[in-house]
């Protein structure tokens, strides 16, 4: 597992020990950011069930000005914030253990709009749905921003959630990707 590129390519990350998390291949990593970049110039990302950080990594490596990291788990967090500091992102990161939806509560209150929000959460406890709708409901998504979904192969997700709005979708072996923006209403 590595950074694919931008200005940690290359970076080997390490991975969390145990089977608890399923890191995004290299391959799948790659597809995905050139569905949505493939580089950025600025904005803010969240790495909602981060596990490793590879996501949210590879974002501020191809651009991103700064992202959050959340998982629940005590022994990805240590990996994440390990992960940073090889890529040198310390004052670009924020990192807490928490739940998805305590996490987003939280986010809420603080009043944070994400130009990115990637979502990668455990497959047989798919809540994909739930959170972009309260996400959508409370505009935590800018508008064109955009949310990345990776799940099961067999999970088909809605062509919409409120104003989300899906714009891509690819399988990749077992695994898919789906890919929603935020549009306004009058759009």
Do not use: W
């Amino acid at each position: 597992m590595r950074v694919v590129s931008g200005t940690c390519k290359g970076r080997p990350l390490k991975a969390v020990p145990g089977n608890t998390t399923r890191p995004t291949t290299d391959k799948v990593k790659e597809a995905l950011f050139n569905m949505i970049g493939p580089y950025f110039d600025g904005g803010i990302g969240l790495d909602l069930f981060a596990g490793s950080g590879g996501l949210g990594l590879e974002a501020l490596s191809r651009g991103l000005e700064r992202v959050i990291f959340i998982d629940r788990e005590s022994k990805a967090i240590q990996v994440i914030n390990e992960n940073i500091r090889a890529c040198k992102f310390e004052e670009q990161t924020e990192v807490y253990r928490n739940d998805a939806d305590r996490a987003l509560k939280a986010l809420i209150k603080r009043e944070i709009n994400f130009d990115y929000i990637f979502l990668d959460p455990p497959y047989k406890k798919q809540q994909l749905v739930n959170l972009m709708e309260k996400m959508d409901q409370q505009n935590v998504v800018k508008t064109n921003g955009i949310i990345v979904c990776e799940h099961s192969f067999d999970v088909e997700l809605p062509q919409s959630v409120g104003q989300l709005t899906q714009i891509k979708h690819e399988k990749y072996g077992m695994i898919a990707v789906t890919i929603y923006s935020r549009q306004t209403s009058e759009e």
